[in-house]
T-cell receptor
């Protein structure tokens, strides 16, 4: 049973518009959440993270929102650029499990010029 | 970019043969990890290491073994490869065990096909 789920396998948006990628989790022990970005033939790279003590974290065009009661987080990219086209993975960890990351299945984002 | 290399980058092998994948880092990070990536499953942890000769199992460790004889090298071995082990394998490193103080850095991956 997957503890971290990304229910949309793919998402297509127009350049300049907002991209919203969603992630749901079931384990209430998760208290730290990360987004990784992956281009073809490369390893994932860290994008942004959020601790469970916050509900929002912003870094340039990227903002992550956390709704603990709903066990849901989302990644907003504004404005979207063609270079953002990649697979995005949501990941979660629990303090008592250290750096053991549980990943979602990924969402492929395509930003059209 | 973190100094992580994986070898080989691509490998095709036959069922029942042993396979060893190598991860090499130049960052002197203590922690190293092996993941596999499969469609719909994201990345799943196979084994990890918290120091030389110190390793432990992850979520999907059956059929895999690891060894770490030097800080910079972490080997993943499939003793007798099966078709279900066809996947893309990623190595990762981190400086500490605490997620919130540092992220994991990933290597470029090894695509393994077991026929």
């Amino acid at each position: 049973d997957q503890q971290v789920k990304q229910n949309s396998p793919s998402l297509s948006v127009q350049e300049g518009r907002i991209s919203i990628l969603n992630c749901d989790y079931t384990n209430s022990m998760f208290d730290y959440f990360l987004w990784y970005k992956k281009y073809p033939a490369e390893g994932p790279t860290f994008l942004i993270s959020i601790s469970s003590i916050k509900d929002k974290n912003e870094d340039g065009r990227f903002t992550v929102f956390l709704n603990k009661s709903a066990k849901h987080l989302s990644l907003h990219i504004v404005p979207s650029q063609p270079g953002d086209s990649a697979v995005y993975f949501c990941a979660a960890s629990a303090s008592n499990a250290g750096n053991m990351l549980t990943f979602g299945g990924g969402t492929r984002l395509m930003v059209k010029p | 970019d973190a100094g992580i290399t994986q070898s080989p980058r691509h490998k095709v092998t036959e069922t029942g043969t042993p396979v060893t994948l190598r991860c090499h880092q130049t960052e002197n990070h203590r922690y190293m990890y092996w993941y596999r990536q499969d469609p719909g499953h994201g990345l799943r942890l196979i084994h990890y290491s918290y120091g030389v000769k110190d390793t432990d199992k992850g979520e999907v460790s059956d059929g895999y073994s690891v060894s770490r004889s030097k800080t910079e090298d972490f080997l993943l071995t499939l003793e007798s490869a099966t078709s279900s082990q066809t996947s893309v394998y990623f190595c990762a490193i981190s400086e500490s065990w605490l997620t919130w103080t540092n992220e994991q850095f990933f290597g470029p991956g090894t695509r393994l096909t077991v026929l």
